[in-house]
Each structure stands twice: as structure tokens, then as C-alpha cells.
């Protein structure tokens, strides 16, 4: 079992919808969780960054981590054709050491 | 402006020819690593520093070598590249250990 999975998509949706990208994983030492977003032919960029379990919401973007599921979400509400992208989840035992990443899911937003 | 900068943008060389790829943060940064990206594997980190002369392996370190002898910079060498290693190449830093800045990449191809 690979120790982050995420489902490649594509995931396609109207402009408006709210969208739920998902990971799991399976080391339950994980306890800091990122999601990136990554345009085409671009470096990824940090979009929201979580310590242990909880919600926390900036924008239009909430991220939702649940530990004793193995778990993380990120939805994007009233999404938007700016948002098409491929996100990346990410996750860590403790800041500072090794990154663990998800193969990203890549999403198209349409108006 | 804030800024990871990676050096060069696109290289191709011949197998076995050592080179250098350079990183850059104008940002103080304590954390910098290195990722590759290939369809199909998603972003993995090779290696990761936390400060300066302290360096650590991510997820495919083989065939490759860094060095933190500043807090700015954290050049990738390869010393004997291979076909297997042409891919896209990402350096990232931020205070946390959660990549927060990526640079544009480095395309490399081996032949």
C-alpha cells in the first residue's frame, strides 16, 4: 500500500460547483497536511498547510483532516475556471523532515 | 520580491557528464528540498535540509548529492547522470518544512 493515495481525476465540473479533492494515507505518525496547486508547466504552490486533525478554511478553500480515518479533503467552493489545476496533497511526521506527496488529482473547472 | 530561483531552466546532456542544478531563496529560509516529477509518479522528494550543513534523504535520493553550505542556496549535482534521471526538477523552501515557495523547474534530459 503506497503511503498516500489520491485519485488522478480528471474530476470536470461547471463553474459555481463545490469541489471535494480527497487523499488518504495509511502512516498514522502523519501530523502536518498541505494541499498544493499546480498550474500546467508551473511549480506547485502551497494553497493551505494543517497540523493534525480540524478544519481550517481561507477563501473559497477549506481543508479537513481526519486522523482516525487516515483521511484529508479539500473542498473549493463557488469554484472557478482559475481554479483548473492539478492539486497535490502533501504530508509530514514533523516539520522540517520528509515530504510525503499524492500523485495529484487534476481538475477542470468550466464556464 | 520573494523568490526561489533554479538554475537552469532547461538542460540537456549526455550520460555519465556531471552537472550541477542551483537553487536560490532571497527569503531567510531554514528549510529547503529537492522534488522531481514524472507522469504517472507525481512530485517526490529527493533531498531536504533543514539548515545549513544539515542535509537529509527524501524519497529517491539515488544518484544524486546536495550541499547547505549557505542558508541561500542548496545546489542538486548529479555526478554521473543517467537516462532514468531526465525529469522535472523542482527545488522549494519556506520556514516550516512545508515547501511554501517552489521554483519554475528545471527540465532535464539525459541522453
Known amino acids: 500500500q503506497k503511503e498516500v493515495e489520491q485519485d488522478p481525476g480528471p474530476l470536470s465540473v461547471p463553474e459555481g460547483a463545490i469541489v471535494s479533492l480527497n487523499c488518504t494515507y495509511s502512516n498514522s505518525a502523519f501530523q502536518y497536511f498541505m494541499w498544493y496547486r499546480q498550474y500546467s508547466r508551473k511549480g506547485p504552490e502551497l494553497l493551505m498547510y494543517t497540523y493534525s486533525s480540524g478544519n481550517k478554511e481561507d477563501g473559497r478553500f477549506t481543508a479537513q483532516v481526519d486522523k482516525s480515518s487516515k483521511y484529508i479533503s479539500l473542498f473549493i467552493r463557488d469554484s472557478q475556471p482559475s481554479d483548473s489545476a492539478t492539486y497535490l496533497c502533501?504530508?509530514?511526521?514533523?516539520?522540517?523532515?520528509?515530504?510525503?506527496f499524492g500523485k495529484g488529482t487534476t481538475l477542470s473547472v468550466s464556464s | 520580491e520573494a523568490q526561489v530561483t533554479q538554475n537552469p531552466r532547461y538542460l540537456i546532456t549526455v550520460t555519465g557528464k556531471k552537472l550541477t542544478v542551483t537553487c536560490s531563496q532571497n527569503m531567510n529560509h531554514e528549510y529547503m528540498s529537492w522534488y522531481r516529477q514524472d507522469p504517472g509518479l507525481g512530485l517526490r522528494q529527493i533531498y531536504y535540509?533543514?539548515?545549513?550543513?544539515?542535509?537529509d534523504k527524501g524519497d529517491v535520493p539515488e544518484g544524486y548529492k546536495v550541499s547547505r553550505k549557505e542558508k541561500r542556496n542548496f545546489p542538486l549535482i548529479l555526478e554521473s547522470p543517467s537516462p532514468n534521471q531526465t525529469s522535472l526538477y523542482f527545488c522549494?523552501?519556506?520556514?516550516?518544512?512545508?515547501?511554501?515557495?517552489f521554483g519554475q523547474g528545471t527540465r532535464l534530459t539525459v541522453v
Open positions: 522549494a523552501s519556506s520556514e516550516r518544512g512545508t515547501a511554501a515557495f
Open positions: 502533501a504530508m509530514t511526521r514533523q516539520a522540517g523532515t520528509a515530504l510525503i
Open positions: 535540509s533543514m539548515n545549513v550543513e544539515v542535509t
